[in-house]
């Protein structure tokens, strides 16, 4: 099969940490450290930045100009027509979400998830290591999405609420779709890897100032954080919004 396209949402609005794609992580914007690590993923074809028509977000199209991404940008709030419009002018045949707030994202482990769907005799509508338990910890979210399933979902989703996130409709109507899960080894669910406070910044910026590069794995993470297990303190505390 081919037409395996990441899609890596993106835009400078946040309510809890304005402009952290573009915060720097050891001397690179916190974009371009997603984007390497999931360009370094065997089985993803293509990567497309699915950003948003506002013009605080203008400077996301310069950056992938400047780097020579490929990027899109559609709607603020229903990031599902943003993107099924992107998978469609690219022509995906599997999608692979990727937010750009997770700069510990794994190719290994998005490689997993991507096997989970081509490698099967009777191919799955969806795969993911989140759906519908999650072991791996947060920040490593991977979903892969055949075209048909997300086309259904753009089509057939009424709620807003849930058109920001994606992939709602295939969650809440599980018996429509062939769905598989991807589980850790081990129970990694209470890590928090993903960036939406000062706090996650900061846990993360400890990270990326130890290795100052972004080709670590997660195994290299959690051997980082069983030898300094004090940085797990730091964004603790921290509640994940609500869908």
């Known amino acids: 099969m081919t037409g395996v396209i990441a899609i890596i949402q993106a835009r400078m609005g946040s309510t809890r940490l304005p402009g952290k794609v573009l915060m720097d992580l050891a001397g690179e914007p916190m974009l371009a450290r997603v984007y390497n690590r999931v360009r370094r993923a065997k089985k993803i074809d293509d990567i497309v930045i699915a950003t948003t ?70 191919q799955p509508d969806y795969v993911s290591n989140i759906f519908p338990t999650r072991t791996y910890p947060r920040g490593l979210d991977t979903e892969a999405i055949g075209y048909g399933a997300l086309e259904l979902s753009w089509k057939e989703e009424v709620e807003m609420r849930y058109r920001e996130h994606v992939t709602q409709y295939i969650q809440r109507h599980p018996h429509l779709f062939r769905i598989r899960s991807i589980a850790s080894s081990t129970d990694l669910s209470d890590h928090r890897w993903t960036v939406d406070t000062p706090e996650d910044l900061r846990f993360i910026r400890t990270i990326y100032d130890h ?33």
């Open 211 to 243: 290795f100052r590069h972004d080709r670590f794995s997660s195994s290299d993470v959690l051997e980082f954080i069983a030898e300094n297990p004090g940085v797990l303190e730091m964004n603790r505390s921290v509640v994940q919004k609500p869908i």
């Open 53 to 122: 028509k506002e013009r605080e977000d203008d400077p996301l199209e310069s950056l992938c100009s400047t780097e020579g991404w490929r990027w899109f940008r559609g709607d603020r709030d229903d990031v599902l027509d943003r993107y099924y419009r992107a998978a469609t002018e690219v022509g995906a045949d599997v999608i692979v979400r990727i937010t750009s707030d997770c700069p510990l994202i794994d190719p290994a482990v998005i490689d997993r998830v991507v096997d989970g769907f081509i490698g099967e005799e009777e």
